[in-house]
């Protein structure tokens, strides 16, 4: 699976979009990104996928570049809630494999 | 839908005793289920990958021994931790893949502490 890059941190006021990005330089045609977050001494919850359309759910945005090489998850209207950390994940579909999780981006939602 | 269960949510047990998480797909079958690991501020570490009715894939460093898993059903998988130690204290996490489809999705989490 090809490797992601994500800030270690980000910072977001309660109420404003959080863009939160994902460099995946590597990736191959077969792959998704998947975004999935982990509040503390939770389980990891699924966000959003996407291969290369633009996508939206009740959740997030994901907006996927046209080369593919990186992508943004876009909370619209962040809240106290959402701070977590975020995990960028390529993997190739049908593949049967495990997620592999990198370190991820900490976002913190502030009053 | 898309729901995923753990029990117990914590345990605390004695050094060489042995301890069974279970982890249950409730509103799907679930063809192939994984088993991960958390140490504080780390990220998630796969330790096992398990497909129902065959014998689970583990990966490298993780003793098939001493993390014994069943998944003898479409719905749930059980991971038992042999003889724990206190170095096996964690935060264990299972997720299941929907038979034919993509997305995987995790329980909450089982933390096991012990003494």
């Known amino acids: 699976d090809a490797k992601t890059t994500q800030p270690p941190s980000m910072d977001c006021a309660e109420g404003r979009a959080a863009n939160l990005p994902c460099n995946h330089s590597?990736?191959?045609?077969?792959?998704?990104v998947y975004w999935y977050r982990q509040i503390h001494s939770q389980g990891p919850q699924y966000i959003i996928h996407g291969l290369k359309n633009n996508e939206t759910n009740e959740m997030a945005s994901l907006i996927i570049t046209e080369d593919r090489k990186s992508s943004t998850l876009i909370l619209p209207h962040a809240t106290l809630r959402d701070t977590a950390v975020y995990y960028c994940?390529?993997?190739?579909?049908?593949?049967?494999?495990?997620?592999?999780f990198g370190k991820g981006t900490s976002l913190l939602v502030t009053p | 839908g898309a729901v995923v269960s753990q029990h117990p949510s914590r345990v605390i047990c004695k050094s060489g005793t042995s301890v069974k998480i279970e982890c249950r797909s409730l509103?799907?079958?679930?063809?192939?289920m994984f088993w991960y690991r958390q140490f504080p501020k780390q990220s998630l570490m796969l330790m096992a990958t398990?497909?129902?009715?065959?014998?689970?894939?583990?990966e490298q460093g993780v003793e098939k021994d001493k993390f014994l898993i069943n998944h003898a059903s479409l719905t749930l998988s059980t991971l038992t931790v042999t003889s724990a130690h206190p170095e096996d204290s964690s935060f264990y996490i299972c997720?299941?893949?929907?038979?034919?489809?993509?997305?995987?999705?995790f329980g909450p989490g089982t933390r096991l502490l012990v003494l």
């Open positions: 997720s299941a893949r929907e038979t034919h489809k993509e997305t995987q999705y």
């Open positions: 590597t990736i191959s045609g077969n792959e998704y």
């Open positions: 994940i390529v993997r190739a579909s049908n593949s049967g494999y495990a997620l592999n």
């Open positions: 398990s497909n129902e009715g065959s014998k689970a894939t583990y």
């Open positions: 509103d799907f079958q679930a063809t192939t």
